[in-house]
C-alpha cells in the first residue's frame, strides 16, 4: 500500500524579519500551511495549536505606522515638529516609546485611540525625550505625541500650549503576539476568526472549525490533492510554536488488482482469497465488503482430508486396475461428477473412468454411463509429482439407480497412485453416501480382490477407501451449504457471519483479534478467505477497511 502519510509544511509568504530565529512571523501576508494529501486518506480531524510569545518579546511598529506630523508630512527629517501620529491599524498592547534627540527643554504628551478619539493614557501621559520610556501595556491603534515645554504642568483636559522639537526618529514598539489572527482556506474562504490580541504565551487551537473547513474541501472521492491553509493577522505578530495534528484513515475500497468488485473461482472442497493492502503496523477500525457465492447445482456428500503424501495408495497401471463401491441408502441421486486423489508416477497418464451397478459387491457388467470419462495428465518438472485431485466430468449427469455403485479407475498409458483413506468416523446413517469396499485387479480379465491394509495400517480388513469426493446433483431438500467466510492478517484468522444479504459490516471491537502484524519485509496484505465444500464462483465487493492513524507535526519550531 503506498504510503498514507500526509505531508505538511509551514511557509512565511511576507518579507518581515522576526527579530529571533525562535519566533515566526504571521502578517497579512500570510504563514501558509500546505497540506499534500496522498490518495485513499479520509480526515476524521484535525487541530492546529499556535502559542504566542511573551511579552519580552516585541516588535517595532513604526516601518508599518503611517506617521503624520503639524508639518503634513510623513517623515522626520531635520524639520522641528509640534506634534506627530503614528497609526498602525491594529489595537495592539504597546511596551515602550522612543525619541530622539534627547532633549531636557521639551517633553511629549502622550494621546492614544482605538479607532475613536483620542483619549490620554493613565497614570502618566508625559514622556521625556531622549530615552526609551516603558509603556504600561496600553492598548492602542493610534499614538500621538505632542511636544510642550518640559517645566509646564498644563492640567489634563486644558489646552496646550505646543512648542516646536527637534525630533529625528521615533520607535514604538508592541508586544510581539499578534493583535488578531484569521484563518482562511484556499483562496479566502474564511473559516476562524479572533479580533483580540493573544495573550502572552497563549496558546490557541483551531479545532472544530479546521476539521470541519477541511473535511468540505478534502480531494473528493478520496482521490487525493493539495490544500492550503493560510493564517493571517491585520499587524506584524510572532508564533513561537505552530503544531499541526491530524487524525486520518487509510480507506482501502479495492481490492490488490485496483477492481472494485473481484470474481474468484473455489475448487470442489476449497477456498479462493480476496486480497486487500493495508498498513502493516495500524489497527483495523473497520472492515466492510460484501459477499456473493453462485455455486455449481450439485453438493458433497464426503470431504475427504488426505494428507499430502498419503501413507496407502492403490497403484493403477501396469495392468493394475482399482474400484471403489460407493452406497447411497436414501432417495435415488444423480452424480454431476468424481474428483480422485491421485499421484502420477509417470510424466503422462491417461486413464478412463467407469461406472458400474454392483453385482454381488463387485462391479457388475452393466456400465452406468454410456461411455467412460477420459482423463490426461502431463506433468512438468523433475519428479517425484504431488498427490492431488483430479476431476472427473461427466457428459451428463448419471442417474445412480442402483443402490450400490462402483467407480472403476483403468489406466491405459503411465502409471499412478490412488489414495487409501481411513474409515469414516462418526454414524454412517446420517451419511446419504457412504464409501464401501476397495478393490484391485492385476489384470482385464482377473477376480478382484479386496485391498488389506491391516497389517501395513493396523485397520480392519476391507474398512479402507479409495480417497474420492463424488459430487452429487444439489436438490431443494438438500441445497448447496453456505460458504465460509473469514479474515486473515499475518497469522490472525477471525471467523465472520455474513447478514442474509451477503454483507460484513465490523467495527473496531469486533476486528480487535486481528492485531497488526509488524514484522519487516513486505506486509503481509488482509485476506477475505471464502471456502465452500461445492465449487462455484464467488463475487467479492462493495469494499471499504479503515486503518487509523494520528500524526502530530512539529511545523515551527522544527523538531
Not at 5 to 27: F, H
Not at 126 to 152: H, K
Not at 228 to 238: C, F
Request: net charge neutral; glycine share 8%.
Amino acid at each position: 500500500m503506498s504510503d498514507s502519510r500526509v505531508g505538511a509544511t509551514l511557509t512565511y509568504a511576507g518579507t518581515a524579519k522576526p527579530p529571533t530565529t525562535a519566533v515566526v512571523p504571521v502578517d497579512s501576508a500570510g504563514l501558509v500551511l500546505a497540506l499534500d494529501v496522498p490518495a485513499g486518506v479520509a480526515l476524521s480531524r484535525a487541530a492546529l495549536t499556535v502559542q504566542a510569545p511573551g511579552d519580552d518579546l516585541t516588535v517595532d511598529l513604526t516601518p508599518v505606522a503611517a506617521l503624520t506630523t503639524n508639518l503634513g508630512k510623513s517623515t522626520l527629517g531635520t524639520d522641528k515638529v509640534q506634534w506627530l501620529s503614528l497609526d498602525w491599524n491594529a489595537r495592539r498592547p504597546l511596551m515602550s516609546l522612543e525619541l530622539q534627540p534627547k532633549s531636557t527643554t521639551q517633553k511629549g504628551r502622550l494621546s492614544v485611540a482605538e479607532g475613536g478619539p483620542w483619549y490620554p493614557p493613565t497614570p502618566s501621559d508625559t514622556v521625556p525625550i531622549g530615552s526609551v520610556v516603558p509603556l504600561p501595556g496600553l492598548f492602542a491603534s493610534r499614538l500621538l505625541v505632542e511636544f510642550v515645554d518640559a517645566a509646564s504642568a498644563t492640567p489634563v483636559g486644558t489646552p496646550k500650549t505646543l512648542v516646536d522639537t527637534p525630533l529625528t526618529s521615533v520607535v514604538v514598539r508592541a508586544a510581539a503576539r499578534p493583535p488578531d489572527l484569521s484563518a482562511m482556506l484556499g483562496a479566502g474562504a474564511l473559516f476562524f476568526h479572533q479580533a483580540m490580541p493573544l495573550l502572552p504565551r497563549q496558546e490557541l487551537v483551531l479545532g472544530d472549525a479546521l476539521s470541519s473547513a477541511l473535511q468540505r474541501a478534502w480531494p473528493p472521492e478520496l482521490k487525493g490533492g493539495a490544500l492550503n491553509v493560510t493564517l493571517r493577522s491585520s499587524g506584524l505578530g510572532m508564533l513561537e510554536r505552530v503544531q499541526l495534528t491530524l487524525d486520518t484513515l487509510a480507506v482501502a475500497q479495492t481490492w490488490s488488482g485496483g477492481e472494485a468488485a473481484v470474481s474468484l473461482p473455489v475448487a470442489t472442497d476449497g477456498q479462493a482469497a480476496g486480497l486487500v493492502a493495508v498498513p502493516p503496523d495500524r489497527a483495523l477500525s473497520e472492515v466492510r465488503f460484501a459477499v456473493r457465492y453462485q455455486p455449481k447445482d450439485e453438493r458433497l456428500p464426503l470431504a475427504p482430508q488426505p494428507p499430502e503424501t498419503p501413507p496407502l495408495s492403490h497403484r493403477c497401471g501396469s495392468g493394475y486396475s482399482a474400484a471403489q463401491a460407493f452406497s447411497t441408502p436414501g432417495p435415488a441421486e444423480a452424480l454431476v461428477g468424481l474428483d480422485l486423489h491421485v499421484r502420477p508416477l509417470t510424466r503422462s497418464v491417461k486413464a478412463l473412468l467407469s461406472l458400474y451397478a454392483d453385482a454381488h459387491d463387485r462391479p457388475g457388467d452393466v456400465p452406468l454411463m454410456a461411455a467412460p470419462v477420459e482423463l490426461v495428465l502431463e506433468e512438468k518438472g523433475p519428479p517425484p509429482w504431488k498427490a492431488r485431485w483430479v476431476s472427473f466430468e461427466p457428459l451428463k449427469p448419471v442417474a445412480l439407480t442402483s443402490e450400490t455403485w462402483w467407480a472403476v479407475l483403468t489406466v491405459t498409458e503411465g502409471d499412478l497412485l490412488w489414495s487409501l483413506s481411513p474409515p469414516l468416523t462418526g454414524s454412517a446413517a446420517a451419511r446419504s453416501l457412504v464409501p464401501g469396499l476397495a478393490l484391485y485387479r492385476t489384470d482385464a480379465a482377473g477376480p478382484w480382490l479386496p485391498r488389506d491394509t491391516s497389517l501395513t495400517a493396523g485397520q480392519a480388513p476391507g474398512t479402507s477407501w479409495a480417497c474420492a469426493r463424488p459430487r452429487l446433483r444439489a436438490t431443494a431438500s438438500a441445497p448447496p451449504p453456505a460458504p465460509g467466510v473469514q479474515l486473515r492478517w499475518g497469522t490472525r484468522v477471525l471467523d465472520v457471519s455474513p447478514s442474509e444479504d451477503g454483507s460484513v459490516a465490523l467495527d473496531a471491537k469486533a476486528l480487535a483479534a486481528l492485531t497488526p502484524p509488524g514484522g519487516t519485509g513486505s506486509a503481509p496484505p488482509l485476506e477475505v478467505l471464502v471456502r465452500s465444500r461445492v465449487a462455484g464462483v464467488v463475487t467479492l465487493s462493495g469494499l471499504r477497511v479503515t486503518s487509523p492513524r494520528s500524526e502530530t507535526y512539529a511545523l515551527f519550531p522544527r523538531k
